[in-house]
């Protein structure tokens, strides 16, 4: 009895070894490269990977450049709507008023002239100085920075509107009867140049010049 009831047990043995053995571990999936083109196929959008997000940041990093001709264009164009401005500024700044001859001083000190325009009774006065003599200004801000591309910057564009005025309001000191020289002229006209090219000049010179 002892030795019939021994073999089943070695037998069990035998065949638990043997499929011990035999038991191959199981693969571990791994992820199909190709998920992305069944995906497309099949018409399922698929999540794009970090690959194609800096591929996509490329590409919208890269910008075809203006051909030549369009470019030589706005040059132009901007060009001829400078020296329109360059002469109605020269009507507005360069003609004589000799009924203001009495009124008109020189101003050295920075922020003279816009205090007296803000103790104006009338709103409407101090609005008319203060929003004309930043008006402009705008036009150097826009235009400059594409028709001249080495003066791209906001320094520059700066140094290049205050040495302008500079000029306009010696010219009228020294030269032009009922003028004078005011440097709160030149810090509004220069004011208005930022503006023009934190709005407008900066984004048109890359367009036109990058």
Avoid: W
């Avoid at 709507?81 to 920075?110: G, I, Q």
């Avoid at 009338?122 to 003066?151: E, H, S, W, Y």
């Amino acid at each position: 009895m002892a030795r019939t009831a021994s073999r089943p047990r070695t037998a069990r043995r035998l065949r638990i070894t043997k499929s011990g053995k035999d038991a191959k571990p199981e693969k571990v999936a791994k992820p199909d490269k190709t998920a992305e083109a069944k995906a497309a196929k099949d018409g399922k959008p698929a999540k794009p990977g970090k690959g194609a997000k800096a591929e996509r940041g490329s590409a919208r990093r890269e910008r075809h450049p203006v051909p030549f001709p369009l470019r030589l264009l706005a040059m132009l164009c901007a060009f001829a709507v400078m020296v329109a401005f360059a002469v109605v500024l020269a009507r507005l700044t360069l003609e004589p008023s000799p009924a203001s001859e009495a009124l008109t001083h020189t101003n050295m000190r920075p922020g003279r002239s816009l205090r007296a325009y803000l103790d104006q009774p009338a709103l409407r006065d101090a609005v008319k100085q203060i929003g004309g003599n930043l008006l402009l200004g705008v036009p150097f801000g826009v235009l400059v920075p594409v028709v001249a591309p080495r003066t791209r910057g906001m320094l520059r564009v700066l140094l290049l509107t205050a040495t302008v005025m500079l000029l306009v309001e010696f010219a009228q000191g020294a030269l032009i009867t009922g003028r004078a020289f005011d440097i709160d002229d030149v810090i509004l006209n220069t004011t208005g140049a930022l503006v023009g090219y934190l709005l407008l000049g900066r984004r048109l010179s890359r367009a036109v010049h990058s």
